[in-house]
């Protein structure tokens, strides 16, 4: 196989698998029960399918045309650094909101967290 023919097929397969996650993506936000496993879903697998599709397009670019797109590269990563934080935030401020969690959760490790928080400023 020829070089570029190779580089072009993993491209091509970062946009496959990239694609593949935001499916998974989105049917996780459709399937899960509450705000905090739904957060997780949205944010996770889809910045890593953001992550990969970009990825793949910029090899793409960069074999087919010799292009080296600094825009695909501060998407990546901006993407990278933004979308976990936001992820978390929005989700932190759902627990202080006091959205309830699924039925099924077995453990709320930030209670406890909070808890010990406001007895120490308490005493």
Do not use: C, W
Not at 3 to 24: C, D, K, P, R, T
Not at 101 to 114: C, H, P, Q, W, Y
């Amino acid at each position: 196989m020829n070089g570029n023919v190779m580089i072009e097929f993993i491209a091509a397969l970062f946009m496959l698998v990239g694609s593949i996650m935001a499916l998974i993506s989105a049917i996780g936000i459709i399937r899960f029960p509450d705000v905090y496993t739904r957060s997780h879903a949205g944010t996770k697998s889809s910045t890593l399918a953001v992550l990969l599709t970009l990825l793949g397009a910029f090899i793409h670019f960069a074999v087919e045309q010799g292009f080296y797109s600094v825009r695909l590269l501060l998407g990546i990563v901006f993407v990278f650094l933004t979308a976990p934080v936001a992820g978390h935030l929005i989700t932190r401020a759902a627990y202080s909101a006091g959205v309830k969690m699924a039925d099924s959760t077995v453990e709320d490790e930030l209670k406890d967290v909070l808890d010990n928080r406001q007895d120490e400023k308490g005493e």
